[in-house]
Antibody, heavy 124, light 107 residues
Framework: QVQLVQSGAEVKKPGASVKVSCKAS????????MHWVRQVPGQGLEWMGS????????GYAHKFQGRVTMTTDTSISTAYMELNTLKFDDTAVYYC?????????????????WGKGTTVTVSS | DIQMTQSPSTLSASVGDRVTITCRAS??????LAWYQQKPGEALNLLIY???NLQSGVPSRFSGSGSGTEFTLTISSLQPDDFAIYYC?????????FGGGTKVEIE
């Protein structure tokens, strides 16, 4: 079945970087956008950005521009989200989610399949 | 940025109740709204897309309506499996914004 399997929990110090992976199975990675969403403890959901897995083109929320990089390794059907210069308030659960409808549609995506999330804790 | 406001933030209800959650957009967003269900430790579950379209596999007791700036998610007869947090989401070329969530808890 279609699923997204994310990497395990991370603990990082302020100023460090974290790279979260999201392995797609049950479908072809490059047929869909991949989105990244985070959830700070006790708060709601926040869209970080997305990647066109076919072209590699990315779009990031203003809040994260300059600090986030989204990439893919299509040979292993995996998407990545790297967040740099971590701060205490980056402590959150980070989710990957498949965008629907599939490519070549470039806009108006909702998310039809989600990973279970990766907990990133920023602590000194 | 378009802001999405959900109400109520918490809702207490009993099994069998009809439940309605509202989501308001700060600007007209047409039909570009989705609803998701979140349970602890599980992946988020898409319920409704394009305001009123039921995602495949989602029970028919869930329904969505609205357009423009006001939208609703209705659960016609609340089941034990429905106690969860529900989020609306606006999606467009330039913005994907979530509402603050509505926790549906047992009364």
């Amino acid at each position: 079945q279609v699923q997204l399997v994310q990497s395990g929990a991370e603990v990082k110090k302020p100023g460090a970087s974290v790279k979260v992976s999201c392995k797609a199975s049950g479908y072809t990675l490059t047929d869909y956008f991949m989105h990244w969403v985070r959830q700070v403890p006790g708060q709601g959901l926040e869209w970080m950005g997305s990647i066109n897995t076919r072209s590699g083109g990315t779009g990031y929320a203003h809040k994260f521009q300059g600090r986030v990089t989204m990439t893919t390794d299509t040979s292993i059907s995996t998407a990545y989200m790297e967040l740099n210069t971590l701060k205490f308030d980056d402590t959150a659960v980070y989710y990957c989610a498949r965008g629907w409808p599939p490519l070549p549609t470039l806009t108006n995506h909702y998310m039809d399949v989600w990973g279970k999330g990766t907990t990133v804790t920023v602590s000194s | 940025d378009i802001q999405m406001t959900q109400s109520p933030s918490t809702l207490s209800a009993s099994v069998g109740d009809r439940v309605t959650i509202t989501c308001r957009a700060s600007l007209s967003i047409g039909p570009w709204l989705a609803w998701y269900q979140q349970k602890p430790g599980e992946a988020l579950n898409l319920l409704i897309y394009k305001a009123s379209n039921l995602q495949s596999g989602v029970p028919s007791r869930f329904s969505g309506s609205g357009s423009g700036t006001e939208f609703t998610l209705t659960i016609s007869s609340l089941q034990p499996d429905d106690f969860a947090i529900y989020y609306c989401q606006h999606y467009s070329s330039y913005s994907l914004t979530f509402g603050g969530g509505t926790k549906v808890e047992i009364e």
